[in-house]
C-alpha cells in the first residue's frame, strides 16, 4: 500500500472506533477526508523521515494523519459562507453543501481537536510526542494557520503591502507547511542548529506553496484546481500576481523552491540525508510561466 493510502487508513482507523457518539458527524469528516487532495503535508514528513534512514510505523502515520486532519478541517471552514463561500472543493461539493453548515462547522472543529489525541496516543517516546503537539497547536491556532486566516480576512478590500501579504501567508500557510519539515527533524533527532535549518526550507516551502497558489488562481480552470478560479481576484483580495505581477511570482516561486532544495542538499552533505524523494517532491511544485 502507498503512503497516500496509510495516510487515509490511519485517519479512518481513529474514526472507525467502536465508542462512536454520532455517525452523522463522522460522516461528515470523512467525506472532507476522502475528498482527495496530494496530502503534500503529510508526504513531507513521511518523505523526509525515510530520508533520515527512518523505517516508517504505525505511529509515524498517525503524526501525518493528524497534519491531514487539521489542514482537511481548516479547508472546511474556509469554504463556509462567513469565510470564503465556495460550493466546490476538491472538485465536488463542499461539506455544507454536501451536508449543512452546522454539520460542517463541527466537523472541521472535530478535525482541529481530535489530531491532539491522535498524537498523544502514537507509539512515540513522550518527549517526542510533547514536541510535536507543541510545535503542532503553535502551528494551526492563533500563532499560525488561524491567525493568519484572521489576518487574510481583515485584508480583503485593502491595498496591503508586500510585508503585510507576507506575513499573512507566512502564517496562513507557511506555519502548517513547516511543521512536516521540523516534525520530521524531531522524530529523527537532529541537533538545533540542523532543526532550525529545517524550519529555513518549511518556511521557504510554505512560501512557494502560496505563489504556486495564487498563481493558479489567475491562470487555472475549474477542472484544474478542483475549486472556483479566481476567486481572490473577484474579492479584491491581494496576491503575489496582484502586487508583483505574473512574472515576478513565478520568479519568487522558483527562488524559494531554489533556496529550499539548497538546505537539503547540505543536509545531505552534514547529517546524511537522503534527499532523493523530498527533492522529487518539491520539484513538482514548480510551473510553468
Known amino acids: 500500500m502507498d503512503k497516500v493510502s496509510k495516510i487515509g487508513q490511519a485517519i479512518h482507523r481513529y474514526y472507525e472506533q467502536k465508542d462512536l457518539v454520532s455517525p452523522d458527524l463522522i460522516e461528515s469528516i470523512l467525506y472532507s477526508v476522502d475528498a482527495g487532495g496530494k496530502r503534500i503535508r503529510p508526504l513531507i514528513f513521511l518523505e523526509l523521515l525515510e530520508g533520515f534512514g527512518i523505517s516508517l510505523t504505525d505511529a509515524h502515520y498517525d503524526v501525518a494523519a493528524a497534519l491531514e486532519m487539521i489542514h482537511t478541517g481548516s479547508l472546511i471552514h474556509d469554504d463556509l459562507p462567513a469565510m470564503d463561500d465556495d460550493d466546490y472543493r476538491r472538485g465536488r461539493l463542499t461539506n455544507h453543501k454536501k451536508f449543512d453548515e452546522a454539520t460542517a462547522i463541527l466537523a472541521g472543529d472535530s478535525l482541529f481537536l481530535d489530531p491532539f489525541d491522535l498524537v498523544a496516543n502514537a507509539a512515540l517516546t513522550a518527549d517526542i510526542k510533547i514536541r510535536l503537539i507543541a510545535e ?4 494551526s491556532g492563533t ?3 488561524v491567525g493568519g486566516q484572521m489576518l487574510d480576512m481583515k485584508g480583503e478590500e ?6 503585510e501579504l507576507q506575513l499573512i501567508h507566512a502564517n496562513k500557510t ?23 535549518e529545517l524550519r529555513k526550507a518549511g518556511s521557504l516551502i510554505g512560501l512557494a506553496f502560496q505563489v504556486r497558489d495564487d498563481i493558479l488562481d489567475v491562470t487555472a480552470s475549474f477542472e484544474e484546481i478542483g475549486k472556483t ?3 481572490d481576484l473577484l474579492a479584491d483580495k491581494a496576491t503575489y500576481p496582484s502586487l ?8 519568487i516561486l522558483n527562488q524559494s523552491l531554489d533556496q529550499a532544495l539548497a538546505i537539503f ?8 540525508l537522503h534527499a532523493e524523494k523530498i527533492t ?3 520539484e513538482r511544485l514548480r510551473l510553468n510561466a
Do not use: C, Q, W
Not at 136 to 139: K, P, Q, T, W
Not at 265 to 272: P, V
Open 136 to 139: 503542532l497547536s503553535h502551528a
Open 265 to 272: 542538499k547540505n543536509l545531505s552533505a552534514t547529517h546524511g
Open 280 to 282: 522529487e517532491m518539491i
Open 229 to 231: 478560479p479566481k476567486k
Open 174 to 196: 507557511g506555519k502548517l507547511l513547516t511543521f512536516p519539515v521540523v516534525a520530521a527533524g524531531i522524530v529523527a533527532g537532529v541537533v538545533a542548529e540542523e532543526l532550525e
Open 244 to 251: 508583483l505581477g505574473l512574472d515576478k511570482s513565478y520568479e
Open 158 to 163: 485593502r491595498k496591503l503591502s508586500l510585508s
Open 143 to 145: 500563532y499560525g494557520m
